[in-house]
């Protein structure tokens, strides 16, 4: 496997976001590839909008004597990660634009005076990935719609997910997963934030589990010198096998600082997604869709 490639690429963009924190003016890297394009953070807490949803909703509903319920927190994680727009998020919040202040709609959900705060504002989604709703309707009406059948299932949702003393994480990414148009990787969106909150802190495969979409198994093809598409039908137990892997190599000292931060299977999948976007723009396969920009991630 080329292993020392995959740790170099992961380090130095570790190094990058660092040195970008601590003020340090560019260019962070001599590597022509990594300044010239947007590459996610290694760890997914780092990024813009995963802060901004930490900030102010997980950790204000996860607080002691916040008086949320699990189903308040897990409606409302589901609610901003399908729109995963932090101006959505604001306004859902109840700050408006105008500086007035309005009902939290994340602790008291209602898709009517969601859809009155959001109908004259654009975009209300992210950009980032593909949001999939029902046919004819609107990208806002689609996603109140989806919301809304999560909603009226939440105490279920919530209950499946927390099915036994140990609820994993792949057992609740599989409950999520069969709402409409969640989709695999919206549920292991909503998965990866449920693991820091009391639904999902103690579930025993959060260093044994992950959910490898096509970025990631092609840069498991990749890392094992194979066609990109080599891993396009590996089964499922075989993928574990070799993130779980990659995960133990990173705990050695010459593949990751002993004094970053350590790595579960999250970073490993996540990671493999975007060292395959670096391989396809060093082997002239494709670039990047964002630049890499200092107000960038």
């Known amino acids: 496997m080329r292993i020392a490639e995959f740790f170099e690429f992961s380090r130095t963009r ?8 601590a003020g340090k003016p560019a260019p962070w890297t001599s590597d022509p590839i990594l300044s010239s394009f947007r590459f ?5 807490e780092l990024d813009r909008t995963t802060i901004w949803y930490r900030e102010n909703i997980r950790e204000p509903m996860c607080a002691v004597g916040a008086r ?23 306004i859902l919040l109840g700050h408006m634009p105008d500086g007035s202040v309005h009902t ?35 990208k806002l009406d689609g996603v109140l719609w989806c919301i809304d059948q999560c909603a009226a299932d939440i105490g279920r949702l919530r209950t499946e997910m927390q099915n036994n003393l140990k609820p994993t994480l792949e057992h609740a990414w599989k409950v999520l997963c069969a709402m409409p148009y969640m989709g695999p ?5 909503v998965i990866t934030d449920l693991r820091f909150t009391p639904i999902l802190e103690r579930s025993p ?29 590996t089964k499922s137990a075989k993928l574990q096998e070799l993130m779980q892997e990659i995960l133990w190599k ?3 000292s010459e593949n990751w600082p002993k004094d970053w931060p350590r790595w579960e299977m999250r970073e490993v999948e996540h990671t493999l997604c975007e060292f395959d976007k670096y391989e396809r723009a060093r082997t002239g396969e494709g670039r990047p869709k964002q630049r890499f920009t200092s107000a960038g991630k």
Request: charged share 30%; with cysteine.
């Open 185 to 189: 990787f919206m549920a292991y969106e």
């Open 40 to 44: 996610t953070n290694i760890y997914r």
């Open 104 to 138: 939290n709609l994340f602790l008291d959900w209602s898709s009517e005076f969601a859809r009155n705060r959001l109908k004259d504002r654009s975009p209300v989604v992210t950009a980032a990935y593909i949001i999939k709703t029902p046919d004819g309707k609107n």
């Open 250 to 252: 990173s705990r050695l």
């Open 14 to 21: 570790h190094q990058i976001y660092l040195d970008r924190a």
């Open 68 to 90: 949320c319920t699990l189903e308040d927190i897990l409606l409302a994680t589901i609610a901003f990660r399908w729109f995963n727009r932090i101006e959505t998020g604001e």
């Open 205 to 233: 495969d959060i260093n044994s589990w992950a959910n490898p979409g096509p970025g990631a198994r092609r840069g498991l093809s990749r890392l094992q010198g194979e066609d990109k598409d080599f891993h396009r039908s």
